[in-house]
């Protein structure tokens, strides 16, 4: 059974970053494609940034796009996502959920995760 632990979260200026690491532990995560996802207080959980199994494919949601990279060693069974420039709306709880099936590219359609980790808060502030 797949076990996703976030980490990394935590309490940033704007304009500074973070890296959040999703750790997976049960089976390889190379059979899986990943997902960022973040949930704003009030808002509805949004996608961030998702990879397929390889890596050699990435989508970003509006949001992120030229100020997040997400990246995943297999290895270490893990996925990153580094966040650069945060601002306080990138305020939330940020999930990452893998999905089963294979595709070539990445998608970033929540419905199509099946497994989910319990989140890591990330508050931009000053």
């Known amino acids: 059974q797949l076990q996703l632990v976030e980490s990394g979260g935590g309490l940033v200026q704007p304009g500074g970053s973070l890296r959040l690491s999703c750790a997976a532990s049960g089976v390889p995560l190379d059979a899986y494609a990943i997902g960022w996802f973040r949930q704003a207080p009030g808002k509805e959980r949004e996608g961030v940034a998702c990879?397929?199994?390889?890596?050699?494919?990435?989508e970003y949601a509006d949001p992120g796009k030229g100020r997040f990279i997400i990246s995943r060693d297999n290895v270490l069974n893990t996925v990153y996502l580094q966040m650069n420039s945060l601002k306080p709306e990138d305020t939330g709880v940020y999930y990452c959920?893998?999905?089963?099936?294979?595709?070539?590219?990445?998608?970033?359609?929540?419905?199509?995760?099946?497994?989910w980790g319990q989140g890591t808060q990330v508050t931009v502030s000053s």
């Open positions: 959920a893998a999905r089963v099936r294979w595709t070539a590219q990445a998608i970033c359609t929540e419905s199509l995760y099946e497994y």
């Open positions: 990879i397929n199994r390889s890596g050699g494919s990435l």
